[in-house]
């Protein structure tokens, strides 16, 4: 039978459509063109070089900067029945040899390689020497010299348009600024290929902003409500701080690991493998964890520190729901933040435009966190992308904001701040206005104040709440050094009543659910699905692989919607393709049997 991308699709890999522009790629690249494909994290950019592989003749060269990721790539293919291997400094001479025979001989369907090998004139003769069906280019925004993820091999990789130029060649990456995009072009001498330009938007992602009343609480809530037993990433600003959540979590019962710069690599390796090779390991760490962690089911991103910008927000969130199930992005933030933040872009080297660009970065961030309306919207166009209608599965679209009218409260508290001399953070200032006679406030004998007790009737939270929101809309500035509160050029037109300001209420923790969520198991069907994952983490286990590589939640989610209780009705679950079905399908088919029998 004649094989095509969709046959491919189904047989091979256990879906039965393409996702968005799949397809058109898939076609494109099997016909010999050249391509540039740019799709957010999660998008499905694997299978666009993947199916072309299977259908062309001769073995893929896929470069990928990241040499500790290609075993698991390689494992993942390989238990869908690829023919797939690697060439890097991880293999013993042996190895290598064994696998350059391999190569040449034709018993490679796709094989990994890392820039700088590929370069080698060794590898380049190699190749001549094989027939070659496609070169596929992953991250391909390495070659972009101001990027953060700059490598200088991959500079070199113009040698495969010179020295192959039959051979069709596919960049990817999810970094899409037109800036990015030329210079890949430019780079790779693909200016020939056809773009696929996909947008931004990650739609199994629920984003929720929540300013902070006491983090921990809102965090183990969060977790043992939403995401027991499940993946994911808690972001924390400082080492320090990630110790300590982290120590905490695991008194809390879960099984949480920290990871930080400062641990020793093998440490660190060693929690990264965990992370990656378990489903239930909750990673506390820096943002110096991340980088490259492509694992399909991190189940929620939760940030218990503001990032200094959309960018950094949206690349850490990002790394939840790759496998495109639902997933979590959470966030919680405070004025404390906004201060630490603001001191740390003002000490951070560089010139003063840079420090002001930074600035800029760091309040576009904030304002996202004040939002009273689509979060997803305001954050697609940040990135030029435009979402038309609200999306439904963001916090103020599920639960929409109250706002009300703080033009006096706002008008008290900018007079406070100016009475005290602007010499002062937060906590003081409050306290003066709720008219407490703290030490501090006799000192400086701020009880003799005019403003002193005016906003008595107004709690603490309250009066941080407001505070950390006119920050936001720049009414307020933060002392570089002191942290104290300054007024800016704009207090003017409010304070003489010439503006109104509207702000949210900051609403109490929801924990009402959206449409799409984390993935929600009907409570009957809890046992099966917990049976169904163990039956997983055996076989992972047995077969020395993650058990995202046996099957994906999804495909477990799918099991219980479908019951199947043959091989045949197996195959239509959404994952389960041919080798899979045949490897690891009787053993989720009599954990199915069983509960079928025992009628529950
Ligand atoms: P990217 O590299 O773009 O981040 P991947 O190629 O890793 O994304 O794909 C993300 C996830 O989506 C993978 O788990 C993959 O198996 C799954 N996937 C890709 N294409 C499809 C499809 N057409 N139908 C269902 N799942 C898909
Ligand atoms: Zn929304």
Redesign the pocket.
Known sequence: MKQTPLSV?EHI?G?????GQ?EAIVEAVTGGDDALVI??????????YQIPALLRPGVAIVVSPLIALMQDQVEALRALGVRAGYLNSTLSSRELYDNEQALQSGDFDVIYIAPERLVQARTINLLRHSQISLFAI?EAHCVAQWGHDFRADYLRLEVLHNEFPAVPRIA?T?TADTRTRQEIIDRLALHNARQFISGFDRPNIQYRIQPKDRARQQLIKFLKQEHDGDAGIVYCLSRDKVEKTAMWLREEGFDALPYHAGLPAEIRAKHQRRFLREDSVVMVATIAFGMGI?K?DVRFVAHLDMPKSIEAYYQETGRAG???APATALLLYGFEDVVKLRQMTSNSEGSEAFRRAEQDRLNAMLALCELATCRRQILLRYFDDDLPEPCGNCDTCITPPLTWDATEAAQKALSCVYRTGQRFGVQHVVDVLRGEKTERVKSMEHHQLSTFGIGAGVSQTEWKALFRQLAALGYLDVDREFGSLLLTESCRALLRGEVNVELRKDAKITTKRGKRQAIEVDHEDLPLWHALRQCRRRLSEEYGVPP?VIF?D?SLKHMLEVRPQSTQQLMQV??VGDAKAQKYGQSFLDVLREYEYSGR
């Open positions: 699709l890999f879906y039965d459509k393409f996702r799949q799709m957010p994290t999660g998008g499905g950019k694997s299978l666009c992953d990817l999810a492509d399909p790759r496998d495109g995202y994906h999804a959404s994952g």
